[in-house]
């Protein structure tokens, strides 16, 4: 099985080609503007990297959000459209659970969050294992360690600095994640590998929709609401 995945969802631009023995290449590029422009060309770029083809693939993956608007339905309109014309599967996966799975911990809870202005963060909590405890949810501060268990978290994503303090000052015994707080299309493969490997190619058939906790705040020509039509 060979996947190309993907991800323009917050504040950076990644993909990764993996097989069923490991990576093959990957791109990795912090940015917060220019998903459009960048993303093709960045694709065509890593292919030739591994000295393959759009051809080749046999599954497609990208992140659903929560995210910001423009950034993904980017990811997604360039997904659905390989996936149609090539004729592959394609697998969605959450940026919080991407975030979650380069963290590795022996015991407690992995919290992924990204901050959502507002005085809130997009939050969901998984297990050592990465079993999802919650799930993905849009908080208030104030309320953030009502949705949490008790015991030791280990804090990933941009949200991680608005938490910190908070979930200590409530008794949590807490700890910053070593690994990047944004979305990497890495770790996108590697769920989306184990996904295709539990449930099958048929099941990721019909093209993910797009994850929005919180309503867009941008609207389309003639105040449709982008929520409604993506």
Same mark, same amino acid.
């Given at each position: 099985m060979?996947?190309?995945?993907?991800?323009?969802?917050q504040?950076?631009?990644s993909?990764?080609?993996?097989?069923?023995?490991?990576?093959?290449a990957?791109?990795f590029?912090?940015?917060?503007?220019?998903?459009?422009?960048?993303?093709?060309?960045?694709l065509? +770029?890593?292919?030739?990297?591994?000295?393959?083809?759009?051809?080749?693939?046999?599954?497609l993956?990208? +992140?659903?959000?929560?995210? +910001?608007?423009?950034?993904?339905?980017?990811?997604?309109?360039?997904?659905?459209?390989l996936?149609?014309?090539?004729?592959l599967?394609?697998v969605?996966?959450t940026?919080?659970?991407?975030?979650?799975?380069?963290?590795d911990?022996a015991?407690?809870?992995?919290?992924?969050?990204?901050?959502?202005?507002?005085?809130?963060?997009?939050?969901?909590?998984?297990?050592?294992?990465h079993m999802?405890?919650?799930?993905?949810?849009?908080?208030?501060?104030?309320e953030? %360690?009502?949705?949490?268990?008790?015991?030791p978290l280990?804090?990933?994503?941009?949200?991680?600095?608005?938490?910190?303090?908070?979930?200590?000052?409530?008794?949590?015994?807490?700890?910053?994640a070593?690994?990047?707080?944004?979305?990497?299309?890495?770790?996108? %493969?590697?769920?989306?590998?184990?996904?295709?490997?539990?449930?099958?190619?048929a %099941?990721?058939?019909?093209?993910?929709?797009?994850?929005?906790i919180?309503?867009?705040?941008?609207?389309?020509?003639g105040?449709?609401d982008?929520? %409604?039509v993506?």
């Amino acid at each position: 099985m060979l996947i190309l995945a993907f991800d323009t969802a917050q504040g950076a631009l990644s993909a990764a080609i993996r097989d069923d023995d490991g990576e093959l290449a990957s791109v990795f590029e912090l940015r917060t503007r220019g998903h459009a422009e960048a993303l093709m060309p960045a694709l065509e +770029t890593l292919l030739a990297e591994a000295a393959l083809g759009f051809g080749d693939l046999d599954a497609l993956a990208v +992140t659903v959000g929560p995210g +910001t608007f423009t950034g993904l339905r980017v990811g997604l309109a360039a997904a659905r459209g390989l996936a149609l014309a090539l004729a592959l599967p394609l697998v969605g996966v959450t940026t919080l659970e991407a975030i979650a799975e380069p963290v590795d911990v022996a015991a407690g809870t992995i919290v992924s969050s990204f901050d959502a202005k507002r005085h809130e963060v997009y939050l969901q909590a998984f297990s050592a294992a990465h079993m999802p405890l919650t799930g993905p949810l849009l908080a208030d501060l104030d309320e953030v %360690a009502a949705h949490l268990p008790p015991g030791p978290l280990v804090l990933v994503g941009t949200g991680s600095h608005l938490l910190m303090d908070l979930l200590k000052e409530r008794g949590h015994e807490i700890r910053l994640a070593d690994t990047r707080p944004q979305p990497d299309a890495a770790a996108v %493969a590697r769920i989306a590998m184990a996904r295709l490997s539990a449930e099958g190619v048929a %099941a990721f058939r019909v093209p993910p929709q797009p994850l929005y906790i919180r309503a867009p705040d941008a609207k389309l020509p003639g105040g449709l609401d982008p929520g %409604a039509v993506a």
